[in-house]
């Protein structure tokens, strides 16, 4: 068998395809070669390589391997957001967790095994990276909290209920497994308020309910909840954030709608926002889900920036 590790895999089949793609997208918004190889750490000729391929050339290449395009993208999508906002060293910390995420979430193998057949079936070594990921997903949702304290705008979007984001461990099996915040999220006078610093189990309702779509969709393992009204679902609609309506409910049961927005899901796994219609007692929600909680804050973001 061969020792050819995933890092390996990662560092000379993925990573050139996300930094072509990211490169190709900050020449697209205005930078300069040179400035584009200071971020990537490349040289000005390395660049010039990079964006010589185009898109569905860069893409083919990603599902000719059994790499998730949608992954890609994302993850393509949220390092240029960071970028653009001026914030680098989150992008590359962002990144560094999206591939080990995913990595250790074994999702790689079949790519990994493709150009390397003599790894066995039953090679399961990057779950490794997952080991402490306890630390992770708490860092992960601290830098996400950290940056949707600097858009207060989002006090358009908080419902009266109040907000909350959840990020759950790969292979989380109940709300233990998932970090929230305890308190919520509240924002008004042009500051964000955070209840208190996320916890695993900080947040119950959400807790339950990403369990339930990640049986679903494995690739959600976060979302937040906001407010819905008419200017909440045009903003979806404008931005090409992909919904579905479930309700209203004729009970209050935490159970009704939890099953009712998994079962939207689970009719189109593609979408990426649930606005629940509440019911007797229920306010409705919407209910934004993305990869990690930086994908979902990046949303969240983008909708209240439409509004406001």
Not at 184 to 207: E, T
């Amino acid at each position: 068998m061969s020792i050819n590790t995933g890092l390996e895999f990662v560092a000379e089949n993925v990573l050139p395809i996300i930094r072509s793609l990211v490169a190709k997208r900050l020449l697209e918004s205005g930078y300069s070669q040179l400035r584009v190889a200071r971020i990537l750490g490349v040289t000005q000729p390395a660049v010039n390589r990079y964006v010589s391929k185009d898109y569905g050339e860069l893409l083919s290449r990603a599902e000719s391997l059994g790499i998730s395009k949608d992954w890609i993208l994302r993850v393509v999508d949220n390092v240029v957001e960071l970028i653009l906002g001026n914030r680098e060293y989150e992008a590359l910390e962002y990144l560094t967790n999206a591939v080990l995420m995913e990595l250790g979430s074994l999702r790689l193998c079949d790519a990994h095994r493709r150009l390397v057949p003599s790894l066995p079936i039953t090679c399961n070594v990057c779950s490794i990276f997952i080991t402490g990921v306890s630390d992770s997903v708490i860092k992960n949702m601290e830098k996400a909290l950290s940056i949707l304290e600097t858009h207060p705008e989002i006090q358009v979007v908080i419902p009266r209920v109040l907000m909350n984001i959840v990020e759950a461990r790969p292979g989380a099996v109940n709300e233990n497994d998932v970090v929230g915040v305890p308190g919520r999220i509240n924002a008004h006078d042009g500051r964000v308020i955070i209840g208190s610093r996320p916890i695993y189990g900080g947040s119950k309702h959400l807790g339950k309910l990403i369990i339930k779509c990640m049986n679903v969709n494995p690739r959600y393992r976060s979302v937040a909840s906001i407010k819905y009204d008419n200017k909440i679902e045009n903003a979806l609609r404008e931005l090409g954030i992909r919904y579905a309506k479930a309700g209203p409910h004729e009970s209050c049961s935490e159970d009704d709608v939890i099953n009712a927005v998994a079962n939207s899901l689970n009719k189109d796994p593609t979408i990426e926002a649930v606005i629940d219609l509440g019911g007797y007692a229920l306010e409705p929600v919407t209910y934004v889900f993305g990869i990690d909680s930086i994908d979902v804050v990046l949303k969240v973001i983008k909708i209240a920036s439409r509004i406001s």
